[in-house]
Antibody, heavy 119, light 108 residues
Framework: QVQLQESGPGLVKPSQTLSLTCTVS??????????WTWIRQPAGKGLEWIGR???????NYNPSLKSRVTISLDASENQFSLKLTSVTAADTAVYYC???????????WGQGALVTVSS | SYVLTQPPSVSVAPGQTASMTCGGN??????VHWYQQMPGQAPALVIY???DRPSGIPERFSGSNSGNTATLTISRVEAGDEADYYC???????????FGGGTKLTVL
């Protein structure tokens, strides 16, 4: 059973960089045909896809966030990470990491990490 | 960019059938996936590739997709089905995942 767990600071100051890590257990992050994904959800609102990383290195990002987002992978630690630069209050949300086999649907999700952007 | 439209809310009595729609331009040509999100929890996949159910999802959950509308149907609705439901597709023109705005299912 694959499990994912987000970790990182729960409070980030405006204009700084939000950094989160997702640790994968119960399976190798280098599994064939898996995309590793970040999704966020502001309080009381819907889901917003941030981007995904294929184990081969290919990335896709939400065009609305592309200039500020980097998703990277550390196979040795079985982790992947999210960096979002120049954050504002609008980036306050619960951030989820998820696995997307074949890059289509997301079948395993982390429990979510609340990140608040505030001075 | 591709847009998915879901009704904000659907209400149904226990034991009845709930149908939640997801509208999009020629969505019938895309693969649609559905997620259930209970309050305070992460979303969980309930239907993938229009109509397939992951292991552990009851047969009461079914999906269909044709034309400009995909539908998630829950038969014999139970109180425990009360949740937010989101549809999702891959927008191949922009290489991105798109979610619908979500439908809150209320069991009366």
């Amino acid at each position: 059973q694959v499990q994912l767990q987000e970790s990182g600071p729960g409070l980030v100051k405006p204009s700084q960089t939000l950094s989160l890590t997702c640790t994968v257990s119960g399976g190798s992050i280098s599994s064939n045909a898996s995309f590793w994904t970040w999704i966020r959800q502001p309080a009381g609102k819907g889901l917003e896809w941030i981007g995904r990383l294929y184990t081969g290195g290919t990335t896709n990002y939400n065009p609305s966030l592309k200039s500020r987002v980097t998703i990277s992978l550390d196979a040795s630690e079985n982790q992947f990470s999210l960096k979002l630069t120049s954050v504002t209050a609008a980036d306050t949300a619960v951030y989820y990491c998820a696995r997307a086999p074949l890059g289509s649907y997301s079948d395993y999700w982390g429990q979510g990490a609340l990140v608040t952007v505030s001075s | 960019s591709y847009v998915l439209t879901q009704p904000p809310s659907v209400s149904v009595a226990p034991g009845q059938t709930a149908s939640m729609t997801c509208g999009g331009n020629k969505i019938g040509n895309k693969n649609v996936h559905w997620y259930q999100q209970m309050p305070g929890q992460a979303p969980a996949l309930v239907i993938y590739y229009d109509k397939d159910r992951p292991s552990g999802i009851p047969e009461r959950f079914s999906g269909s997709n044709s034309g400009n509308t995909a539908t998630l149907t829950i038969s014999r609705v139970e109180a425990g089905d009360e949740a937010d439901y989101y549809c999702q597709v891959w927008d191949s023109n922009n290489d991105r995942v798109v979610f619908g705005g979500g439908t809150k299912l209320t069991v009366l």
